[in-house]
């Protein structure tokens, strides 16, 4: 029987989320700031082998979903190599149940058909507004169309599910629910509205409001009548909703007003190697330099088992004690 991840609090951690690279072609105002970004060196990052070699490591203790993520993981060079490498290793033995990506949508168009042949048949696409102006802004980059037609180029591949991320913005993309909602209805996607968490470069929480996720749903019920999915035999960090008429599914990820922290299963890898038991650690567990120093796989067993053990109770940006850590969203992995 394989050695379990259970923590102090005795939750079962099933889910990794590993950071191909901390760089972006997007400056999204609520993860990135818009000049000059300093990123780590090109020999800090993980290998493919080293993230090859870790995944087993995680694989064989139970981890069974494994989200690939950024930064904007289409930027680093080959990835479909390594989905095709990641996929040949677990899907046939049934080691994974999930293999995933998530992506601010830019590359799709001319990744797509590759990623899926890939292995891989699951994408989220972040994509917090349907109007060019307020989505140029938002991104400081001029790519609405763009990511649209990935998405079509995605749909057309065969992913299943797509899943579209939302982080929706008082005063800014508030009047687009909306517009979302109906694209969940009308489109083979699951949408799913995020809250802005203080993890942006630029310190800025407090000041960008976030929309509570039970306004987003009242909002949506109002028009397109819904009822909650019962998820009670899965950890989803999101809560899911299906459309009474039966035209689709919405998702809120009420990160901030309402913690999932009790349930969490997570745990995050960053692309220059260092494990985060939470999205707001302060403390992280270097796995690559005693890899790169020769220690066995056992020995990384071990260190993990200790790092996953101290995993925290849960955030505490609701407290006065609240320390937010030194990494931004794009430099952990979202
Ligand atoms: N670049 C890819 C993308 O945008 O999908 C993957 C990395 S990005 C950091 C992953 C997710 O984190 C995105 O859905 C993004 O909207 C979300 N995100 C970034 N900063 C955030 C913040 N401060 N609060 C909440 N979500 C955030
Ligand atoms: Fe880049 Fe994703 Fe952060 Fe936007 S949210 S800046 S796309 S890493």
């Known amino acids: 029987m394989k050695t379990q991840l259970i923590d102090n609090f005795n939750r079962k951690i099933t889910s990794l989320r590993i950071s191909v690279t901390d760089r972006c072609n997007f400056r999204c105002f609520y993860c990135m700031s818009e000049g ?13 082998e080293e993230i ?29 190599r390594l989905i095709r490498q990641l996929a040949h290793l677990f899907i046939p033995r049934g080691d994974l149940k999930d293999l995933s990506l998530t992506t601010n949508g830019f590359m799709l168009k001319d990744l797509a058909e590759e990623l ?14 349907l109007n060019p102006d307020k989505f140029a802004r938002l991104t400081r980059r001029d790519a609405l169309h763009r990511v649209l037609e990935g998405l079509d180029v995605a749909e057309k591949c065969g992913f299943s599910p797509i899943k579209i991320n939302v982080v929706a913005i008082r005063g800014f993309t508030e009047d687009e629910i909306l517009d979302f909602a109906r694209m969940a209805r009308t489109k ?42 019962d998820t009670s035999q899965n950890f989803y960090a999101a809560k899911r909703y299906r459309f009474k008429d039966d035209s689709g599914e919405i998702g809120i990820v009420s ?14 890898l960053t692309a220059d190697g260092k494990l985060r038991t939470c999205l707001f650690s302060l403390n992280e567990t270097d796995l690559k330099s005693p890899m790169r120093n020769g220690v066995s ?28 850590p030194k990494r931004s969203m794009s430099m952990i992995g979202g």
């Open 188 to 229: 083979p996607f699951v949408v799913r509205f995020i809250e802005f968490m203080p993890l942006d470069m630029d310190n800025r929480w407090g000041e960008i409001k976030f929309i509570p996720g039970e306004e987003i749903i009242d909002k949506i019920d109002a028009v397109y009548p819904l009822e909650p999915l």
């Open 52 to 80: 090859k070699k870790l995944s087993e490591i995680f694989v064989g203790l139970g981890v069974d979903k494994i989200r690939l993520t950024g930064g904007e993981p289409l930027i680093r060079r080959d990835i479909p």
């Open 116 to 129: 899926y042949s890939a292995g891989l048949k699951r994408i989220n696409v972040s994509l917090d507004s």
């Open 255 to 268: 990160s901030v007003s309402e913690p999932f922290c009790g349930s969490c299963n997570r745990i995050r």
């Open 297 to 324: 796989d056992e020995e990384l067993k071990r260190i993990i088992i200790k790092a996953v053990n101290n995993k925290e109770a849960g955030h505490k940006i609701h407290t006065t004690g609240f320390v937010k």
């Open 36 to 48: 000059e970004v300093e990123y780590y060196d090109r020999l800090e990052i993980l290998t493919f």
